[in-house]
């Protein structure tokens, strides 16, 4: 049987190793540039959904905060603005065709234009919003 010092002194050691593990959260403008995210799943007060096809559901930062988006068979543009780990999606400029009752389209919409904050782990973007979480990869 383990005594309670050696117990907590290996949860602690372990505690040390497990945070020098992980990926650190990237926030700001760079975190997200430089290429096309593509949903992997879209998580709502209602729903969990992944995506089967990715790259149906896409956004592209881009310079001076123009923003392009792919939801399913719509194409949207618009702006965005970055302050550390926030997020501010303007409104989208988008076609306006329907995607099939299945589509996520307005879901995914609903998420980016209602971004509030994200983060970069790694290769994964998670947009959070209060419509739900998008998570992405490049």
């Not at 992944?50 to 905060?65: K, L, Q, S």
């Not at 792919?70 to 550390?84: F, L, M, Q, R, W």
């Not at 999606?89 to 076609?95: D, E, F, H, S, Y």
């Amino acid at each position: 049987m383990i005594e309670n010092k050696t117990l907590m002194g290996l949860l602690f050691a372990t505690a040390i190793m497990a945070s020098g593990c992980g990926d650190d959260v990237l926030t700001g403008p760079s975190a997200v540039m430089g290429g096309v995210w593509k949903l992997q799943s879209l998580e709502t007060p209602v729903l969990f959904v992944p995506i089967g096809r990715p790259e149906n559901y896409t956004v592209e930062f881009r310079d001076a905060g123009a923003l392009a988006v792919k939801a399913d068979c719509n194409s949207c543009s618009g702006t965005y603005t970055i302050s550390g780990s926030a997020l501010t999606i303007g409104a989208l400029a988008c076609t306006r065709a329907f995607c099939g009752e299945a589509s996520l389209d307005t879901a995914f919409l609903a998420v980016l234009t209602n971004a509030t904050s994200f983060g970069v782990t790694g290769p994964e973007l998670k947009i959070f919003s209060s419509k739900g979480t998008a998570r992405l990869n490049q």
